[in-house]
């Protein structure tokens, strides 16, 4: 197993790494349609004094910057999120060479390189990427500032914390991660000179600083904007079998087979990424209780599970089972690659193909944007479906032109000839035998990985009443 030792240590492996984590990044940016987030993206990256992108103003104010040099586009509100993505597969593997080993490096920066969760992300007009970013920032001079006694990386830790908190308030999830870490090294009493009383205070003193300003900023956000119910955000089960999907299987099976492993010989760091893999999912469960919440202000626990994994394969291959951690990379590289190519292909990016949609749309019913007698439009993305109508981005939420579809079938009776813009998970049971009686099928979109079918969109007509 001398080639394979020598792959995870070669310089050639992580060059060939970066470069293809560039690529998949790069390529696609302007072929795949919008999602409703990423609208929403553009028109508050226009609409800066509202309050959203005024509580989240890092990356708002980004996006605004870039398009006034640019003008809006797809590709270029999804440049940010892909360079962010990229740059987190070199923090990826600067963190686990100098808290592990060069192979571990190698092996979780080409992990994420791979993986469709972040893949997804880095080619999002979202904040998403940016906060795993900063946040794999934050962990790396945590880990720095405890392991070799500097109270200047603590610092800095506690700085970009802060700036992930000030990009998206998910990024909070992790403070909970911190504060178990630290407390179960009280508790174990280690030895290690950076886990003393005046490092504990400094962390304690800055973290309780920046918590006061987001609890304020929190307190704020929930008096001035209303929140949104989102059933399946609200689904325990939804939520697990999304995080499974986009994590993907291999990364979390290998992940919880090193904790077992290797949990009576690990170091501190090991502990820490394994407390960092399960708690901001436990977090997550918790909150779907209460409200709604998604898989991906979790995303970070993605990078607790790659670096257990690698972690644990590198540990198996130095203990020769050699044939065993090839076995185990074939398939896992086989089921990223397959996934990949679903996203590449026939899921058009893990997105609704909304443009596709819209265009057939104002084709065959004449839309303009300018007209007053158009037919009334309706969709499940109605600022998406206005965007590629030809509504100015700064002015899609809420116009006019199309008007939401809500989740379930309308009480009222509709028009003739009114259109309808479906996505295919809005569709339940009741809502299927209501279209049938009153709605023509004009057209699908499918968009789908594999048998999933989460993202096709279904143009409906209305027929007499």
Not at 34 to 46: F, G, P, T, V, W
Request: charged share 15%; net charge positive; proline share 4%.
């Amino acid at each position: 197993m001398q080639k394979l030792e020598w792959i995870f240590k070669s310089r050639v492996s992580i060059c060939f790494i970066f470069i293809l984590g560039i690529f998949l990044r790069i390529y696609g940016l302007d072929q795949w349609s919008l999602c409703e987030d990423e609208e929403a993206a553009l028109c508050y990256s226009s609409n800066l004094d509202r309050p959203f992108p005024q509580f989240f103003p890092l990356f708002f104010r980004l996006l605004s910057w870039i398009f006034s040099i640019t003008g809006d586009s797809t590709a270029w509100g999804r440049f940010p999120a892909a360079v962010f993505g990229i740059l987190s597969i070199w923090i990826t593997y600067v963190c686990v060479r100098k808290f592990f080993s060069q192979e571990a490096a190698v092996l979780a920066s080409f992990i994420l390189t791979i993986n469709l969760g972040h893949m997804f992300w880095s080619q999002s007009i979202r904040y998403y990427s940016a906060v795993y970013l900063l946040l794999q920032i934050s962990i790396y001079f945590f880990l720095d500032g405890f392991e070799n006694d500097r109270s200047k990386s603590i610092i800095w830790s506690n700085i970009f914390l802060f700036l992930a908190t000030m990009t998206h308030s998910s990024a909070i999830l992790i403070v909970p991660v911190y504060v178990v870490y630290l407390f179960y090294m009280k508790l174990i009493k280690t030895t290690a000179k950076g886990y003393s009383l005046k490092n504990y205070m400094i962390y304690a003193v800055l973290l309780i600083f920046g918590l006061s300003f987001f609890i304020y900023n929190s307190f704020i956000i929930h008096h001035t904007m209303s929140a949104i119910i989102i059933p399946s955000a609200m689904d325990p089960k939804h939520i697990m079998i999304t995080f499974f999907a986009y994590f993907g299987f291999p990364v979390i099976v290998l992940g919880l087979i090193s904790i077992f492993t290797l949990v009576k010989q690990c170091s501190r760091s090991f502990i820490f990424f394994l407390i960092l893999s399960i708690l901001p999912i436990l977090e997550i469960l918790v909150i779907s209780m209460d409200t709604s919440v998604t898989w991906y202000h979790g995303l970070i626990a993605l990078n607790g599970f790659i670096i257990l994994s690698s972690v644990g394969i590198i540990q198996w291959l130095q203990n020769g089972f050699g044939k065993t951690v090839v076995g185990v990379l074939i398939l896992t590289i086989g089921y990223y690659v397959c996934f990949l190519g679903f996203y590449y292909t026939s899921s058009f990016g893990a997105r609704p193909r909304w443009k596709e949609a819209a265009q057939f749309v104002m084709k065959r019913a004449e839309i303009s944007v300018a007209a007053t007698d158009n037919p009334d439009i309706f969709a499940t993305a109605p600022g998406v479906v206005a965007y590629y109508m030809g509504v100015p981005s700064g002015k899609t939420m809420g116009h006019p032109l199309v008007q939401r579809l809500e989740f379930k079938p309308p009480e009222r009776s509709i028009p003739k000839n009114t259109w309808l813009l479906i996505k295919s998970n809005y569709i339940s049971p009741e809502y299927e035998t209501w279209l049938k009686q009153n709605c023509l099928l004009e057209q699908k979109f499918i968009s789908k990985i594999g048998p999933f079918d989460r993202w096709s969109i279904f143009v409906y007509r209305a027929l007499d009443n």
